[in-house]
């Protein structure tokens, strides 16, 4: 595609850019491409430039101090599992994309981000708010777009070994073979013992965990206007964690077996004024989980399964606005589960619309959707934001949105399902500033987020999942600013986040307070960052008092082009030894440190 051609397909959004020079496209707010800086909605992007800054063992290490996010239940260190909550709502509600399409995991569960990849991955966006009106059920939150295509015409392996016996390995290759054409690999290995992740518990053991994986893509630019692409994504993770001590019988499990795998391919189409894509996509997820001590005969399995085909098309119509159209069908399939004899599946088909205008200053869009939900019916959502631009490099938008959440097979089969639940509809209101000059970036978010029927665990075995109402209200602050030669991120979040059914009580596992500073400099080549974290006090469950305490940790690295293709790594985590868990009875890492190199060819 010319970049002429992408130029003006692009005008629409363009006008509504602080900084013309921008050059940093999105394509996570209306699933086409566009500048960051014309999305009504906060949105932020980690480049691979980034990752490698930051040197991450898990994409939780990499998306933590990220504002608005907080891993809530994070039960030991790398591998083990790790929810994400996103502005105070659900883990279940971040909407997780690979390479723009739902993973098959998000089929009974959330995803587990400390099970996820991260060496393959070459660039991630991430909203926030609902997106439900573009994505459909899930996106109360927000929405996470991991992202393992790039163009870059890169060959690069790499290796680091560091604290708990760790040790990985990477090979990805990017070539363009020919003018048209582009292929891509990528492959990694990674292994620790661990530590004793509990140790209150009896078994007192490390708790290991290894991953190996593989990125398979193709790219083929059939003429002008025409792309094509096809992709594949594949792990399997072993993990050994402490079994819950028994009340009666036997203990529970204590090891993990993870296998994912995702196909994905698409058509797009660009020209002056269309752009179209029609996508298709299947992925399965299973997880085993069994005692090693009374071996595989006491393996409980869950395996699930998305199919998804999508397509979309958006006319400018003029240099000041666009119209925009697609559908999406999806099936869910819960392929086993060995807790319930019942294998259930349920289509899902969506149609949605949106409409951008501009009159300078103002900025309007206007999105609706219509999901109908073989197994809990029909569900309109949809959403609406005016943007202005304002005098001195200043802008502000207000928007409203709607969303809903068909509750999981795991909601409803599972431990303490209940087949009485009802979907969960959200309505969120907010209020976004702004000014970008040329040392200070800032951003300040109001917002507030009502649930209606929220699905929340309560403790027992016997239709113990239940319907609440929640009220979440929030204010985000980020500041990007220079001093001299370096370079500051910060954050911070305020998050009241009340169930409406228990006394107003702070939902589980949300700090109401939560901040972040990351500082980089470049110096004599090399590249220097320090990173710190602040989470708040939290309740530990919505049916005890547990109170855990707030914490703070840590992390310096480098990173040293040792010559034009070999550079250098490392890095410390927890870097003052905080002792802190955050979830009761499960200590988080001690300081950690880990060294490598990277070759580019």
Do not use: C
């Amino acid at each position: 595609m010319s970049k002429k051609l992408l130029a003006v397909a692009l005008l629409p959004w363009a006008a509504f850019a602080q900084n013309s020079s921008d050059s940093t496209n999105i394509t996570i707010y209306n699933r086409v491409e566009q500048p960051l800086t014309s999305a009504l909605a906060p949105v932020e992007v980690i480049t691979k430039a980034e990752i490698e800054r930051r040197q991450p063992r898990s994409l939780v290490d990499l998306l933590e101090t990220l504002p608005g996010m907080q891993f809530g239940s994070q039960n030991g260190g790398i591998g083990q599992n790790s929810s994400l909550f996103v502005r105070g709502t659900n883990s279940d509600h971040v909407l997780v994309l690979l390479n723009g399409r739902p993973m098959a995991q998000m089929v009974n569960s959330n995803v587990d981000f400390s099970q996820l990849p991260v060496n393959n991955v070459q660039r991630i966006e991430y909203i926030r708010g609902p997106r439900a009106a573009i994505y459909g059920s899930k996106a109360i939150g927000g929405v996470v777009n991991i992202i393992t295509t790039s163009q870059v015409n890169t060959a690069q392996v790499g290796v680091t070994t560091g604290s708990n016996d760790y040790y990985a390995a990477d090979v990805s290759i990017n070539q363009w073979v020919t003018d048209a054409t582009r292929l891509q690999l990528a492959t990694g290995y990674r292994d620790t013992r661990g530590y004793d992740v509990k140790p209150a518990n009896s078994q007192t053991d490390r708790d290991s965990f290894d991953s190996k994986n593989l990125t398979l893509g193709i790219e083929h630019q059939l003429n002008q206007n025409w792309t094509w692409d096809a992709n594949f994504n594949g792990w399997e993770n072993n993990l050994e964690y402490d079994f819950y001590e028994p009340v009666w019988g036997s203990p529970g499990s204590d090891s993990n077996q993870t296998t994912t795998y995702q196909v994905d391919t698409g058509i797009r189409y660009q020209d002056e004024l269309l752009n179209g894509q029609l996508n298709a996509s299947y992925g399965e997820y299973e997880a085993k989980d069994w005692n090693k001590f009374a071996g595989h005969q006491t393996t409980s399995n869950t395996s699930t399964a998305t199919t998804r085909i999508d397509g979309l098309i958006q006319y400018s119509y003029s240099e000041r606005g666009n119209v925009l159209a697609g559908m999406d069908w999806q099936q869910d399939h819960l392929l086993a589960r060995s807790t319930a004899n019942i294998s259930p599946m349920r289509d899902n088909t969506g149609v949605f619309t949106s409409v951008f205008h501009r009159w300078s200053p103002v900025s309007l869009e206007l999105t609706g959707r219509v999901d109908d939900n073989e197994q809990f019916g029909t569900h309109g959502t949809w959403q609406s934001a005016i943007g202005v631009e304002l005098p001195g490099q200043h802008k502000a938008s207000v928007s409203y949105g709607t969303a809903f959440k068909a509750p999981t097979f795991s909601n409803l089969y599972g431990f303490g399902g209940n087949l009485e639940l009802n979907p969960e509809e959200s309505e969120n209101w907010e209020l976004g500033l702004g000014g970008n000059y040329s040392l200070l970036d800032w951003q300040l978010n109001f917002y507030r987020n009502e649930i209606d029927n929220l699905i929340v665990y309560q403790g027992g075995n016997v239709n113990s999942t239940k319907n609440t109402d929640a009220l979440i209200k929030g204010i985000e602050v980020v500041v990007k600013a220079e001093t001299g030669l370096v370079h500051h991120t910060l954050s911070y979040d305020y998050t009241d986040a009340k169930d409406g059914n228990n006394e107003g009580r702070q939902l589980a596992r949300r700090a109401k307070r939560k901040a972040s500073w990351t500082g980089d400099i470049d110096v004599a080549g090399a590249n220097l960052f320090a990173q710190a974290l602040y989470v708040g006090e939290r309740n530990d469950s919505a049916y005890s008092d547990v109170v855990m305490p707030s914490y703070t940790i840590w992390n310096i690295g480098a990173r040293y082009p040792l010559t034009q293709q070999l550079t250098l790594n490392g890095k410390i985590n927890n870097l003052f030894d905080k002792d802190y868990q955050v979830v009761d009875g499960y200590d988080a890492p001690d300081m950690e440190f880990y060294v490598g190199a990277d070759y580019r060819f």
